[in-house]
């Protein structure tokens, strides 16, 4: 898959030789593409958390339930990151790119879950908020609709995780809604009893517990997938790649006689990609490095989509370069 580009500009200088592997994004069109065989489920599981959001809000609202409203605000959060999902299905078939959209639109996906965590993290204070103004102060809780509603929610997500199940085995992307919808039924188990509490003791407090309970479990959930996000954005070295590890295996490729220049990146949910500049050895055969480079990549590193700078031995950017 490797494509030779003469004069191609980097740092500000012009240099022969590079290559660009990949077009096609490699493993992780393949893993979106993976998604893409599920996409009927994952619209189908939009649809029900969707409504049901609507339905849990509503009823947080008749029955003054803090505990169900505060797993509507995160249910809000899984219907954000499956519209995300769905979405890099439907953009990575489309996979639209432009002279100034040169990668396409796959970081749709992580302004999406950017936006999540911001809605769960507004969620997570307000809940916070109501709870201590509630402490100590009596509250109508109607526990019968508040009872239903918990265990209808409990029965969409488990319905919901068996349409997601077998997607997650093979995308990253639709892993992670698997996950959020996951968390959410912790959230739906904390309603059930929160209403059972209630009802039993005649007290608000349970459903006050509860709705902290939740409010901490998203914020700390929040703070975590924005640490994703903001590691993506800021182009961070993807956690489970080794730079250093990586930096060697292409330094032991034959005729290549010194690596600089690498960078790793995550582009969206499984689509990692890297950059390099290999100086060879004199004579070596710039293709048949090529070709084995980019295959040490592929094999033992999972990184379909690469590109790769050939320098003859005499040719030198890493001491031009002012960063």
């Not at 299905?89 to 992580?110: I, K, M």
């Not at 996950?179 to 009802?199: K, P, Q, R």
């Not at 031995?313 to 002012?322: K, L, P, V």
Request: aromatic share 4%; hydrophobic share 50%; no cysteine.
């Amino acid at each position: 898959m490797g494509h030779s580009h003469g004069g191609h500009s980097h740092g500000g200088h012009s240099h022969g030789g590079h290559s660009h592997d990949g077009h096609s994004h490699g493993g992780g069109a393949e893993a979106l593409s993976a998604g893409g065989r599920h996409r009927s489920r994952l619209t189908i599981s939009l649809v029900l958390i969707g409504g049901f959001f609507v339905v849990e809000l509503a009823a947080a609202l008749l029955t003054g339930s803090l505990a169900l409203l505060s797993d509507a605000g995160h249910m809000a959060a899984d219907v954000l990151t499956l519209t995300a999902a769905l979405g890099a299905t439907v953009l990575a078939a489309r996979t639209a790119r432009s002279s100034r959209l040169s990668f396409g639109l796959y970081r749709v996906e992580v302004f999406a879950s950017l936006l999540a965590v911001m809605v769960m993290l507004a969620v997570a204070v307000w809940v916070v908020i109501e709870a201590i103004g509630r402490l100590g102060a009596p509250a109508a809780i109607d526990t019968g609709p508040m009872l239903v509603v918990g265990v209808l929610g409990l029965l969409v997500n488990l319905v919901v995780m068996r349409l997601l199940a077998a997607g997650a085995q093979e995308s990253l992307n639709l892993k992670g809604a698997y996950l959020e919808v996951l968390a959410d039924t912790v959230g739906s188990i904390g309603v059930i009893v929160a209403a059972v509490l209630v009802a039993l003791t005649g007290s608000a407090l349970a459903d006050t517990v509860v709705a902290l309970a939740i409010g901490a479990f998203i914020a700390v959930r929040a703070v975590t997938l924005g640490r994703e996000v903001f590691g993506v954005l800021a182009q961070e070295t993807p956690r489970h790649l080794d730079a250093e590890g990586i930096e060697t295996h292409l330094g032991e490729v034959p005729g290549v006689a010194e690596v600089h220049d690498l960078h790793l990146w995550t582009l969206t949910s499984g689509m990692d990609v890297l950059s390099a500049h290999l100086r060879l050895e004199p004579g070596a055969d710039a293709h048949g490095v090529l070709d084995a480079a980019q295959q040490v990549l592929r094999e033992a590193h999972g990184l379909d989509h690469s590109t790769l700078q050939i320098e003859p031995a005499e040719h030198r950017t890493d001491e031009e370069s002012s960063w």
